[in-house]
């Protein structure tokens, strides 16, 4: 069974777009992705960009009309996101209870 666990952190929709975790965090996130990559369960993962450094792309009557960001009405951004394949429902959840996120991550 494959699960996508989402990193949406507080605030990263308001985020500049050079900002990075500290140094701690990003430790501990290296070592979390290691032992998912030795458990053999890791697919894919990959951190995002903020918001302000994206753009979204409509379409109305079939013509793509691209916007930059920030976007105002964003509430909850994903900063990013690993893919697992594992066993079972129970087993995903117990990775992502493993994962190395701070308040209201």
């Known amino acids: 069974m494959r699960f996508m666990m989402l990193v949406i952190p507080t605030g990263y929709e308001s985020a500049k ?3 990075v975790p500290d140094a701690a965090a990003v430790a501990r996130m290296m070592k979390y992705n ?4 030795n458990a053999g369960v890791l697919l894919s993962l990959d951190g995002l ?7 979204g792309v409509s379409f109305a009557a079939g013509k793509p009309k ?3 960001g ?3 009405e964003a509430k909850e951004c994903v ?3 690993w893919m697992i394949q594992v066993k079972s429902k129970e087993e995903a959840i117990e990775w992502a209870r493993r994962a190395p996120m701070g308040d209201n991550e």
């Open 17 to 19: 777009p050079d900002q």
């Open 34 to 37: 290691e032992e998912l990559a």
């Open 49 to 55: 960009k903020p918001p302000c450094a994206g753009v």
């Open 66 to 68: 691209v916007t930059d």
């Open 70 to 72: 920030p976007f105002a």
């Open 79 to 81: 900063g990013g996101y």
